[in-house]
């Protein structure tokens, strides 16, 4: 079978890869019907993310087919259509039982890590009674393959830690997939002004689209001024920060009212500043986060209700045999517009 493999920093092929095979009874294969790509493949391609062996298929979100389980799978059969998280969990362990999906310890965030992906043909699914989510029929199975990774991480790093209220100001800082995903789901919560900070004004024309009340071009206008500005002088609630470099955090410090919380979605690769010697009396909170997808099954069903539209986050369409294309296309997002790019 055909598989994206990362060679190695700057470097990737379309392979033939083995099929993979139950290597433990609490596994699942799945037949990959869609896949995408996620900013996280960018990081591991630059090279950020050592802890992944050049050999490794990429690739943590997407829907299927089950092809074969474990003797120890009683939640799925071959022929099941399952929607595949991001993280793998054992479900038994101390931070499985305490929702730490993310930190579960035998598992976590293993697919296209430190086991092969989704970008692929098939896939080996570990703990999969506890890894996977069945997809109730008659389902937009494309568009659930934005609830792998990217509505859980915005709703849970993002609008959950962030703690946004009715009636309440949040600041998303960056209008990528990720903060698009915060700004969808910060509307469960009706906050009274969702401002979009990001320095691409495609992205941000998309982000009025999805619900932002106001958005702002930290590029050309002086991001701090025109929040405060736009909240009477006090700043917001809640600041989400959606980029991942230490600009974009120490932003989320400025824009912060007393009493308000920051909430730290992006992966840092360097040191931040915290101002620790202004902060230290203006009553906030800051939270950091990986994704726990404990939030999936939620989220499913505000899909299956129509009160989220994950479609509006597909952008662009390949069959696998073009993913290099699809690779370029959501690289060059400032050029081609892209979002998520679905393939398969
Ligand atoms: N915590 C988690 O569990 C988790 C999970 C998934 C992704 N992430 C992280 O979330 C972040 C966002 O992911 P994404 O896929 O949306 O990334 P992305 O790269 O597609 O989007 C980032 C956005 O930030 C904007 N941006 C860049 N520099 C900026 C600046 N100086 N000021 C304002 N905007 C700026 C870009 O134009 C872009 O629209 C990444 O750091 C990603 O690694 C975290
Ligand atoms: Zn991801
Ligand atoms: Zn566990």
Redesign the pocket.
Known sequence: MKGLVYRGPGKKALEEVPHPRIEQPTDAVVKILRTTI???DL?ILKGDVPTVKPGTVLGHEGVGVIEEVGQAVSAFRKGDHVLISCISSCGRCEYCKRGMYSHCSVAGWMLGHTIHGTQAEYVRIPFADTSLHRIPDGMDEEALVMLS??LP?GFE?GVLNGKVQPGSTVAI???????LAALLTAQFYSPAEIIM????DN?LEVALTFGATKTVN?GRENAVERVMALTGGIGVDTAIE????P??FVLCQDIVAPGGTIAN???HGTKADLHLERLWAHNITLTT???DTVTTPMLLKTVQSKKLDPQRLITHRFALADILEAYETFEK?AQTRALKVIIG
């Open positions: 996620c900013g996280s990081h990774d990217i991480t790093c800082v960056g209008a990528g997939p990720v903060g900070i990001d320095l691409d992205r930290s959606a980029v991942g470099i600009a974009t979605v992006g992966v986060r990986l994704v997002a």
